[in-house]
């Protein structure tokens, strides 16, 4: 082969070989890449979650399930009948697509973390709820949305309304019709002045139903009161909550549930008024004008005085909702909340029984089962939405594997290019130097 022709082919290699490895480069690391489907992973985590999630355990009547969560507690989905008021019984409110809080709290019976302790033996509640009051997280709950009877329980958010709306030096005279209400009374008295500040703090101390009274007046009267508290409920996404009359009383259409009065009073907790009206174990009462006699009256949580720790609460009692209480507690720099919904005995021993129980799975880490979510909450990722450790890691190995595949990745690629292009024209001019020369020799030596 004559030596030009053996020059041109050498050149055309190289041109071929550089040519190669500029495609190998410009190949996205994507298209070889396989990634993991998230929800594929995500629908296979949620399968072996649900079927573990809870331990095989009786309590009694009291059974944890260990299968998929139902979609809402439809078994539960009516309070029990109202015993006081007149009218016919309005329609139950709608159940929401998927449970507020997480699948997990839409079922009717114990749920809890895995491999958790059963709860204390005793209690005789229809629901009851464990949670977090920094976080939210739920630890442990029986019926969680099962609809209840508030009673004096839904003054918290009348409460919120109040503390919102009314000045704290508003001045209210007291009316005939506030001295007249059913339930446990501060004892003001018709044409009496009170701060609004004053009757507020007492209505977050115990029953006040005749303070309770004033101040929905105050708010436009009960109708206008209760629309309020119900746009309160809306917002905090306390769908199981209705208020018909702002007393708590048994009427036609009232409900709750253990969910909905523990994320209701997680919110009222963050207003420093009213946690600092609720830790109080007495409230006084100063009327404005010529009345001087100073009211005073103390605080009805017990576990302000039996629960170290203890930090509020509210408690009611009527015909349908029986026992009912919502309180918080303190220990080693963890705050808990805990609702007893429908109590056949007094509730504060099974609330004393359950914070004990709730500190004992926070102390064990155990993994949430749901979470209140309030109005200043960002919504969080349930279960289903969360990935687990091990699709962490197939997520991050797979972005290794795409990288590794790329000798040269994606942010250097105009450069390997336009390298490869500097190279290559280097190459042909060298070649076409070696064959000028060569022709000079050869004409060279041809004379």
Request: hydrophobic letters at 40%.
């Amino acid at each position: 082969m004559p030596e030009r022709a053996r020059q041109l082919a050498r050149v055309l290699n190289l041109s071929l070989s550089i040519a190669a490895a500029v495609t190998f480069a410009a190949v996205p690391a994507t298209a070889n890449a396989q990634p993991t489907s998230p929800s594929t992973s995500t629908r296979g985590s949620t399968a072996t979650s649900s079927k573990n999630s809870t331990p095989n355990r009786t309590s009694g009547s009291r059974q944890p399930s260990d299968g998929p969560a139902a979609s809402s507690c439809t078994a539960k989905a009516v309070p029990p009948p109202a015993n006081e008021g007149n009218g016919d019984q309005l329609p139950p409110l709608d159940l929401p697509k998927d449970p507020i809080g997480g699948a997990r709290m839409g079922d009717c019976g114990v749920v809890l973390p895995p491999n958790a302790t059963l709860p204390p033996d005793g209690l005789t509640a229809d629901s009851w709820l464990i949670a977090d009051q920094a976080s939210g997280d739920v630890l442990a709950s029986y019926a969680p949305h099962a609809r209840q009877r508030p009673a004096g329980t839904i003054k918290v958010l009348l409460a919120m309304v109040a503390l919102k709306e009314i000045p704290a030096d508003k001045v209210i005279v007291g009316t005939r019709e506030d001295t007249r209400q059913p339930g446990t009374k501060v004892g003001i008295i018709a044409d009496g002045k009170y701060a609004a500040g004053d009757l507020i703090r007492a209505l977050i101390v115990m029953p006040a139903a005749d303070a309770a009274n004033a101040l929905a007046r105050e708010l436009g009267g009960a109708d206008e009161a209760a629309q309020k508290m119900n746009n309160l409920a809306r917002e905090l996404k306390a769908l199981d909550t209705r208020v018909v009359n702002p007393n708590g009383n048994d009427v036609p259409g009232q409900s709750t549930s253990a969910f909905d009065t523990a994320l209701i009073y997680r919110e009222a907790m963050r207003i420093p008024e009213f946690a600092d009206a609720t830790g109080s174990k007495r409230v006084q009462i100063k009327p404005q004008g010529n009345r001087n006699t100073t009211i005073t009256r103390n605080n009805d949580n017990k576990l302000l005085n039996t629960f170290k720790g203890a930090t509020g609460g509210k408690a009611g009692t009527t015909n349908a909702a029986q026992n009912v209480f919502v309180a918080s507690a303190e220990r080693d720099g963890r705050h808990l909340i805990v609702s007893v919904m429908r109590s056949q005995s007094e509730p504060f021993p099974q609330a004393a029984s359950l914070l004990d129980y709730g500190f004992t799975l926070a102390a064990a880490r155990v993994q949430p089962i749901g979470k209140l979510t309030g109005a200043t909450d960002q919504p969080s990722p349930t279960i289903q939405d969360t990935p687990s450790s091990a699709e962490s890691e197939t997520t991050t190995q797979a972005s290794s594997n795409a990288v590794a595949r790329s000798a040269f990745g994606t942010a250097g690629l105009p450069i390997t290019i336009l390298a490869g292009l500097v190279v290559l024209a280097g190459l042909l001019m060298t070649a076409r130097r070696k064959m000028a020369r060569a022709k000079r020799l050869r004409a060279q030596q041809a004379r």
